[in-house]
């Protein structure tokens, strides 16, 4: 009698997926995916057990039975092979290879609850006798581990075991979505839409065509030290994979470089995609523009991030390139990927099948962490440690890329930093780029500077920028120059598509030499491209002052740009940025030249130093040391990992902020329309609004949505995401009024 694996509504058994089949296809995809850092035949074994717990009757009873809509789910087909993995090889690899077979659909768990699921008295199952005819011959304990047993050196830490238990998680979930889809798509006569993707080799020959048609346009400063630095980016692709450091001011032409070093990098040593890593999702939409320009090429670019996360719908067909673009967002599997920190660092903590099926795709790949900088401190030591671990074990190579470059190598006297030595420095000569480069020239106001004061210098000069710490303080200082010719404002307070606006207007006016006065935060220095010849900046880190000056004469068009640092006389210091406010001061009683590579190096030790080396892995997990570095070291011999609890606990950006939607234009409203008339809105519509939408204090959100001003946008979404009824608390200028003294307080957003 045949055992199936999976069934197909209204065809008869003949057309459905023998269990056999299906158990040897995944086996076979998840070891070549993990052969890619030596565990293929573990990968394999663990595809051959997943399913094994399908052979029992009861669900073969369930997978031949009609099932409607909200049907209740099949009877549990995956602790089976948990069991039989932990027999495989019993002790702490086993249990770590039965955790990824039990955690497959539903994820990794914590111990208690996989030793539960282990247990015969604790959770009993249905018989799946007679599993081996299906599954096939599986090695032994000997078998399972690769020759040397831990690429990459010594066995690893109790990080590197976990970390290793989740790359191969990844291994076997993305076989078995892959698998399961192929037989899915070959049943229903479908053409094959993945892959197609150009190769490495490929894109870095167009990326030099690019490159050799804007190199040398001009032969300013600026341009020639772009040229240094791109030639010195190619010629240290040659070195052998591992980490790498790109130390190149902003406007220096880190983008591009960083790029080129990538793919040329890549074609050499056979690496397989380039990922690019940015601290904002702004920053992620125009690099990911200039590297489609670059690289000619529209499906070899993936933009992932929470704006541009892809959906998959029934009733979203979209056209193939865009298809493509989103079956690689559920694994990364295309050539070059641009994505931010928080979907990069908290994938690599994750434990649920979506977030980790791209997971076994980073190995072998070049990754470049650009505004490196702004990892967060609080998460400081697990974030390097991933990194090491990837450089180490999974051959990745990975590049820190900044104007800024923190003190995070073992050099800079980190405990637990990257050992990353001097020769691996990407950039030619950092000092001297940095002397060549200088265009601007810093001034520290000794004395508090009030709103007036600053107002009374943007009526003196035509073009001026001023960055604030704050949403409020970015507000009221736009109020005292709003009637001054160009005056505008940028804060998160506008919705995307009302800054986009605005920013092309200022572009407008600074290319036709027309008055523009801009009051922001800190948005502004994420990559936005402006070039104007004053700029004042509210105190904070050094980082954020270096790049606000990277928005003064950014082009060099000057002999020197001007950048003013103040202390407001009325706007206190957010919570949040007082203790980069307190090392910045420490750096300016110390060094005469903020922007100089010794205060930039200074400010990263003083900072790092103020906070403690406790406080750079500050996650908190019940039932354990604090730290995620000490939860897991403390399991380095037995495998308990606290997988779950660590992804709930593993963010980058505190969610005390909530969605919702402003009806700004037209077209919002127009969106806003589709998304209530339907059922179930598709990713498409959905996707259509996250141009007007702003983050809020949950304080905030509660209130006016008792007040009647919010609604849900769709019966389906409930209250999950809201949208106002109108614009009567929008600004035309300034965006949502959050004015009322509560929401300010609980204002935690920098930007």
């Not at 010594?154 to 979930?173: E, H, I, T």
């Not at 954020?544 to 103040?566: H, K």
């Not at 509660?702 to 946008?713: N, S, T």
Request: net charge neutral.
């Amino acid at each position: 009698m045949p055992v199936f694996a999976h069934s197909l509504p209204a065809k008869p058994p003949a057309n459905w997926e023998l269990l056999t089949d299906h158990l040897v296809a995944v086996g076979q995809r998840a070891a070549e995916f993990a052969a890619w850092f030596g565990w293929a035949e573990a990968a394999r074994a663990l595809g051959r057990l997943h399913d094994i717990g399908k052979v029992s009757v009861p669900f073969q009873t369930y997978i031949a039975t009609p099932r409607g809509e909200g049907a209740a789910k099949g009877p549990d087909h995956s602790t089976a092979g948990a069991r039989m993995a932990y027999r495989l090889s019993p002790g702490p690899f086993g249990l770590l290879l039965a955790n990824i077979v039990a955690g497959h659909h539903g994820g990794l768990s914590d111990a208690e609850d996989l030793e539960r699921r282990l247990s015969p008295e604790h959770h009993p199952i249905f018989p799946y006798d007679g599993w081996e005819a299906h599954a096939g011959p599986l090695p032994q304990t000997r078998g399972l581990l690769p020759s040397p047993p831990w690429p990459g050196g010594a066995p690893p830490s109790g990080f590197g075991k976990a970390f290793l238990g989740r790359m191969l998680f990844s291994c076997l979930v993305d076989a078995d979505f892959l698998e399961t889809e192929a037989f899915h798509r070959r049943a229903e006569g479908q053409p094959e839409t993945r892959g197609g993707h150009s190769t490495i080799p490929d894109l870095r020959d167009r990326l030099r065509v690019h490159m050799a048609g804007i190199d040398g346009r001009s032969d300013s400063t600026v341009s020639h030290a772009r040229s240094q630095v791109l030639a010195a980016a190619r010629d240290k692709a040659a070195m052998p994979p591992g980490l790498f450091t790109l130390t190149v001011p902003t406007g220096g032409g880190k983008t591009l470089a960083s790029l080129s070093f990538a793919l040329e990098h890549a074609a050499r040593h056979g690496l397989r995609r380039v990922i690019h890593v940015a601290p904002f999702s702004a920053i992620i939409e125009q690099t990911a523009a200039v590297f489609r320009t670059a690289l000619a090429t529209q499906e070899d670019v993936l933009e992932h991030h929470a704006q541009a996360a892809w959906r998959e719908t029934d009733d979203e067909e979209g056209p193939g390139g865009e298809r493509k673009l989103r079956q690689a967002a559920e694994n990364w599997d295309v050539p070059v990927v641009v994505t931010t920190a928080v979907q990069f660092f908290e994938s690599l903590f994750a434990n649920r099948p979506p977030r980790c099926r791209k997971l076994h795709n980073l190995a072998r790949s070049v990754i470049v962490l650009d505004e490196a900088q702004a990892l967060p401190v609080g998460l400081l030591r697990p974030c390097l440690a991933a990194v090491a671990e990837l450089a180490r074990a999974y051959g990745a190579t990975v590049v820190l890329c900044t104007a800024t470059q923190p003190a995070i190598r073992v050099q800079d006297g980190l405990d637990g930093g990257l050992d990353i030595p001097p020769e691996r420095e990407i950039a030619p000569d950092p000092p001297a780029l940095y002397a060549a480069l200088r265009r601007v020239r810093v001034e520290v106001r000794p004395d508090k500077v009030t709103d007036a004061e600053v107002a009374a210098r943007f009526a003196e000069v035509p073009r001026m920028l001023c960055i604030v710490n704050s949403r409020a303080h970015a507000r009221d200082l736009h109020g005292a120059i709003r009637e001054q010719e160009g005056a505008v404002h940028l804060s998160t307070l506008m919705v995307p598509r009302h800054r986009r606006r605005v920013l092309e207007e200022v572009r407008r006016r600074v290319k036709a030499g027309e008055p523009v006065r801009v009051v922001s935060t800190s948005l502004i220095e994420a990559g936005v491209d402006l070039d104007l010849p004053e700029v004042w900046r509210a105190v904070s880190g050094v980082d954020s002052i270096a790049q606000a000056a990277g928005r003064c004469n950014r082009n060099g068009l000057l002999p020197m740009g001007r950048t003013v640092v103040f202390e407001p006389a009325e706007a206190s210091v957010p919570r949040f940025a007082r203790e980069f406010h307190q090392a910045t001061r420490e750096v300016l009683r110390r060094h005469d030249d903020l922007l100089g590579l010794e205060a930039v190096r200074d400010y990263f030790r003083t900072l790092y130093w103020q906070k403690g080396q406790g406080a750079l892995d500050a996650l908190a997990l019940e039932g354990f040391r604090p730290g995620a570095l000490p939860a897991l070291e403390t399991h380095k011999d037995d495998s308990r990992f606290p997988f779950r609890s660590l992804a709930d606990a593993f963010r980058l950006i505190d969610e005390t902020m909530e969605p919702v939607v402003v009806p700004w234009d037209d077209a919002a409203r127009a969106a806003l329309q589709l998304v209530a008339r339907v059922d179930k809105p598709s990713g498409r519509m959905l996707r259509a609004l996250q141009p007007y939408t702003i983050s809020i204090p949950a304080q905030a959100r509660r209130d006016w949505l008792g007040r009647g001003a919010l609604r849900p946008v769709s019966r389906a979404l409930g209250d999950a995401l809201l949208a106002f009824e109108n614009t009567e608390h929008y600004d035309a200028e300034t965006g949502l009024d959050l004015a009322r003294p509560e929401y300010r307080q609980v204002e935690s957003n920098l930007f």
